[in-house]
């Protein structure tokens, strides 16, 4: 299907520029310009105000990328079952994943991946988790892997492996040795034992720092002058250097490694904390992609 149009006018309102757009679609700036002028004047109004150097979707310009959205996923869906029907042999797929889970989960995954299907361009964005849910609903993104879920009722959630929250601190912490070892192998602290600690947490806006909350209003632990920072490598840094206690993700916390040594440990009710695989219902995924959320799902079984 040929759908020019639409694919022009959504990477305008993406990018709010029409250079950036340009360049994403491979062609000029003032080819673009023209085409813009041209479409908005067939069709009688202004799809986009000029606020200074940005371009932002008018409402008849939001009425316009609503449907042009829907069409692009449709063409998308006949793609991958066209691709299908073909074998599934070539094709891309795009999926959002926060930063901190992709140097454990995508190596060995894509490893796998590329020796069943070479010719597929896997394109892996970075983004936090409000990013990866806006991006999913624009049809930007096949799927996402987050630990929260949305209330929009379009999503189709599939659990990938269950996490745990963790205090961290540095190894030879005299704390450390009261630590109690679990039937499972885990270890696990008295979060009582950390009330004369310096607690290093995330910002407020991070899941992390939601269950870490959650885990301190249990205890309760009030934090006296905490080390605020979003990066929780920085902050189980930091609590290798004796500068206090960070809390982390078991499965990040595992794949750690910094100059000194660090011990971690289970902390509170010890509740699984779920990752999920989220896709739109409305999507049709095609094999290739779908063997590739399978290879994930493997993954943290290992």
């Known amino acids: 299907m040929e759908l020019r149009e639409q694919r022009y006018m959504v990477a305008i309102a993406r ?78 797929i795009t999926f959002g994943i926060h930063l901190r889970r992709t140097s454990y989960l995508i190596p060995p995954v894509l490893k796998r991946f590329l020796e069943e299907y070479p010719n597929v361009k896997v394109d892996t964005q970075e983004m936090d988790t409000g990013r990866a849910y806006q991006a999913l609903e624009e049809g930007l993104l096949d799927f996402i892997v987050v630990n929260t879920k949305a209330a929009a009722k379009n999503y189709h959630y599939e659990e990938l492996y269950q996490d745990y929250l963790v205090a961290v601190l540095a190894a030879d912490d005299p ?51 905490p080390i605020i920072l979003s990066n929780l490598e920085t902050a189980a840094q930091m609590a290798a250097e004796g500068l206090g206690v960070a809390f982390n993700y078991e499965q990040y916390i595992r794949h750690f490694s910094y100059h000194k040594p660090i011990r971690y440990f289970l902390v509170g009710n010890c509740q699984p904390i779920p990752y999920y695989i989220v896709c739109r219902k409305d999507k049709y995924l095609p094999l290739y992609t779908r063997r590739f959320i399978q290879l994930l799902k493997k993954c943290p079984q290992k």
């Open 175 to 225: 704390i450390c040795t009261r630590a109690r070892q679990l039937k499972d192998g885990h270890h696990w602290l008295n979060g009582k034992w950390l009330k004369e600690k310096r607690l290093i947490l995330q910002l407020p806006e991070q899941t992390a720092r939601t269950y870490t909350d959650q885990f301190l209003k249990s205890v309760p632990l009030i934090p006296k002058n």
């Open 15 to 92: 990018h709010q520029s029409i250079k950036k757009a340009a360049q994403e679609l491979h062609v000029t700036s003032p080819t673009l310009s023209t085409f813009l002028t041209h479409l908005e004047h067939q069709l009688g109004v202004k799809l986009f105000d000029r606020l200074g150097k940005a371009f932002i979707p008018t409402a008849a310009g939001q009425l316009y990328l609503q449907a042009a959205q829907k069409m692009l996923l449709v063409d998308e869906s006949y793609e991958a079952q066209l691709s299908d029907l073909l074998q599934g042999t070539t094709g891309q």
